[in-house]
């Protein structure tokens, strides 16, 4: 068993419509996975089934072995994830957040202390641990969700549009900060990005649209398969030049069609 | 064991993580000031000079003074639930859910921080209560607060069971605005439930907190010394007898429990 991630014919409905249409997959151990579409593709939908947030409507998926339906917390325990909407407790300090994270992981308080200490250092946020989240910038926020979704030793780290927002140095940090977490660590990053050159330094890229996966290979293979030098261009080769959009996420999408006025859940 | 442990652990990280917000929003904790002030001063003193009480001999302020910790217990409460659908919105839900912290202990923290915070909250109304002229004494506070906890952890469960099933805070205002109305209102906290048509009355029968303000009331009219026929002549009937007050408290451990358990089952979808 060495894929970490294994979705085999995974389908998920709201209604009548359908987010994701029997996709299959699989993402090997330690390597660095690259999940880009455009908007509403299935993206979130699927990332949510992987986190266990989310039940699949068919199919078999699997997180480090582990069922994500029949075996939710070991996928739970297994899994650090970093939205993309910040979901941090503003009204609260760096540290407390992390306090809370490592109490709902059940982490030993040394272990934990040693790990936020240089975990923080590395993202460059030490000195900040006492100020409140609510006095964070866009960027600083990021930096201390990965320190977080980091905090549990995680065997997958998943990664929901981790650049979205930030300006140009934002991202080469954060991407340094992936980098470096590499290369000391036995981690599976998985991402999605809207940036299609920060998918150059994935190992293997899937484009899913509408629903299915149309594209999957390295970005060298998906280049040449598609006869372009860059991500880009494969992308917008891959799934078309209409666009899409942009104001909800796939799973939003959803839920207004459906929902639209509704108060219960 | 290791189970168990996890589960109190869970439970644990939830309700401090809410003590810890309530402690950290001063204007949360002033304004939970104003109102207890507002009641027993305006109303409390306001209205007992233009109402009299079908029963004589009992100060409307005195009548009042229970209703109020009981109103003032159910908004908090609901207000603490509402804490859940902020959550959904500004994202922090989504990082309880993806844990593996047990979904019920998620559930059984959310009720207890809500009760927690709803209790402290109404500490105020105790203590300044002389201000309306109400005699209050330790022994008294002491003897309210078992069924003040019993109030709070029934309606934090009845919140939580609704917020954890609301789509959005705009959803959530409506709701409780439906729900905390009659609660209220049929509960005796205002007007003694007796003499009513028959469908009022079995609505106030059904109602948990009926049971929690006649307990609130039967202990605080005694304290301030008034005969027994005459406090009874409020409390709420069952067959033509007076309701007894283990009776009272039974039936109020059992809507915990049921209200409890239904709470639990919040987040497992």
Redesign the interface.
Known sequence: MTDIVSVQNLTKKYKDFTAVNGISFSVERGEFFGFVGPNGAGKTTTISILATLLAPTNGDVKVAGYNVVSQKNAVRSSIGIIFQDPALDLELTAWENLDLHSRLYNLDKGVFRKRANELLALVELSDRRNSPVRTFSGGMKRRLEIVRGLLHYPKLLILDEPTIGLDPQTRALIWRYLKQIRETEEITVFLTTHYLPETEQCDHVAIIDRGSIIAYGTPEELKQKFGHDSMDAVFIEATGHGIRDEELSDEDQARVRHKQGQVWR | MANVN?FI??V??IWY?DL??FW??KVRLIGGLAFPILWLLIFGVGLSSSLTLPVPGIRFVDFLFPGVIAQFLIFMSMFGAISILQDRE?????????????RSAIALGKVLGGASIALIQAMPIIILAPLAGIHISFDLAGNLLPPMILLAVILSAIGVAITS???SLD?GQ??FQFITFPLVMLSGAFFPLRDLPTWLDILTKINPLSYGVDLLRRIALDYAGMPREVITALSPTINGHVVALSTEYAVMIIFGVILFVFASRSFN?
């Open positions: 996890q652990k869970s644990w990280v993580r810890l917000r950290r929003n500004f994202g922090f839900l989504k990082e309880i859910l993806v844990s593996p912290a047990p099933r609301l789509k959803a409506y709701v979808q």
